[in-house]
Nanobody, 124 residues
């Protein structure tokens, strides 16, 4: 079992930055691939970024590549999403999620544990 708690969301102007954090507790954090997802109003939840257990490999959706950076600290059981050059279309509820090692990174159903979500609103 893993418990995930996100923080750092809020309201920011277009072009600004936000840093989301996800604190994990429970099972050994390095046993999990960690991902950030987001869901905009009226839309399906989409993958944003994923990081391997060691932090050595990452994936970014095309829409955020070059603007967002995912990182993790296995000693502190945290995963972070640094979001720069924010756009109005980045407005969404952002979720962190954990998938066991060996899972597909790109299948939402492989992520067994989810945080409660944090709202990010980018004003244009």
């Amino acid at each position: 079992q893993v418990q995930l708690v996100e923080s750092g969301g809020g309201l920011v102007q277009a072009g600004g930055s936000l840093r989301l954090s996800c604190a994990a507790s429970g099972d050994t954090f390095s046993n999990y691939v960690m991902g950030w997802f987001r869901q905009a109003p009226g839309k399906e939840r989409d993958i944003v970024a994923v990081i391997s257990w060691s932090g050595g490999s990452t994936y970014y959706a095309d829409s955020v590549k070059g603007r967002f950076t995912i990182s993790r600290d296995n000693a502190k059981n945290t995963v972070t999403l640094q979001m720069n050059s924010l756009k109005h279309e980045d407005t969404a509820v952002y979720y962190c999620a954990a998938a066991p090692l060996g899972s597909s990174w790109f299948r939402e159903y492989e992520y067994d544990y989810w945080g409660q979500g944090t709202q990010v609103t980018v004003s244009s």
